[in-house]
């Protein structure tokens, strides 16, 4: 099964384009996929992307290269611990020491999980997480697809601590959600649960593992984090082409991208023009 025979089953309207799926997300269309997507979309077919979708915009890589770029998936194609410094050993010895890794079914997470997730938004500055009831349903409703989502959780004297949500598909493998309390991060849990899932991942069953593209509109050092287990950026092109209304707003605005704050209701435009600026500095490549 794949990402977007996911969406469908579950009643999520995609959209075929350039040989690819396509869902909406956040209000931009995106490949359906959670691993790295390289594609060439032209004019013709971004516009009736856009016009069938109605979405505000239409994002995708390409070009993939070993030529630096502002745009990047971040992926780990091979994984072994002795190649790691000697600090980043230690440490997840210490992880391995203090926490346990084991895998956690879809109905586990839904029962005991929410305050670990919750607590974990003590950390973002720009994200509000779900009620306990919609954390529920939304992770009961992928125990039928267990076979694309596999839950992992990190155990501390047995509080449950953290996890990673993984979706496994095409030959490859996207930690889509990662979550850690905050008051434990001193027992290493990250540490211990990333040794584990690229020991698995990669160096057994030999599937690379993504964590995704570039971040354009929250913070985070998790990737700086991935780089430090033999992660590498795949550098690639970022593409956008915009809604006609959205197209002149984003020209208009983007002069003056540095007096935009990046909080309260600015923060969507901050990212949106951020995004622009990254857009941009690829085509110049």
Same mark, same amino acid.
């Given at each position: 099964m794949t990402y977007a025979d996911y969406l469908q089953q579950t009643g999520q309207q995609l959209f075929l384009?350039? *040989? !690819?799926y396509w869902q909406i997300y956040q209000k931009a269309l995106i490949p359906a996929s959670q691993i790295p997507t390289f594609v060439d979309v032209d004019i013709e077919t971004g516009r009736r992307l856009l016009a069938e979708s109605g979405a505000y915009l239409i994002?995708?890589?390409s *070009?993939?290269? @070993?030529?630096?770029?502002? #745009? #990047?998936w971040i992926v780990c194609d091979? /994984?072994?611990l002795a190649h790691l410094t000697s600090k980043?050993? @230690?440490? !997840?010895?210490?992880?391995?020491?203090d926490c346990i890794v084991r895998c956690i079914s879809a109905e586990w997470l839904a029962e005991y999980g929410y305050e670990c997730y919750q607590k974990a938004f003590d950390r973002y500055a720009h994200a509000v997480p779900m009620i306990e009831s919609e954390f529920r349903s939304c992770t009961l409703s992928k125990v039928r697809y267990e076979t694309l989502f596999e839950n992992w959780g990190v155990f501390v004297e047995d509080r449950f601590v953290g996890y990673v949500e993984c979706i496994v598909e095409g030959g490859g493998v996207n930690t889509s959600v990662i &979550?850690?309390?905050? *008051?434990?991060?001193? /027992?290493y849990p990250a540490y211990a649960m990333m040794d584990t899932l690229l020991t698995h991942y990669v160096a057994e069953r030999k599937l690379p593992m993504s964590n995704g593209t570039r971040a354009v509109s929250h913070d985070t050092n998790m990737q700086d984090f %991935? %780089? &430090?287990?033999? /992660?590498?950026?795949?550098?690639?092109? %970022? @593409?956008?082409? /915009?809604q006609s209304y959205l197209k002149l707003a984003v020209s208009c605005l983007y002069p003056f991208r540095s007096f935009i704050p990046d909080k309260g209701i600015m923060h969507k435009a901050k990212a949106l023009l951020f995004q622009e600026e990254l857009r941009r500095e690829c085509q110049q490549i």
């Open positions: 384009g350039a *040989d !690819i994002r995708w890589s *070009d993939p290269s @070993n030529q630096e770029t502002s #745009w #990047w091979d /994984y072994d980043m050993r @230690n440490q !997840i010895k210490h992880g391995r020491k &979550k850690y309390d905050p *008051d434990y991060l001193k /027992y %991935l %780089l &430090k287990f033999g /992660y590498r950026r795949q550098y690639c092109r %970022l @593409n956008v082409m /915009y």
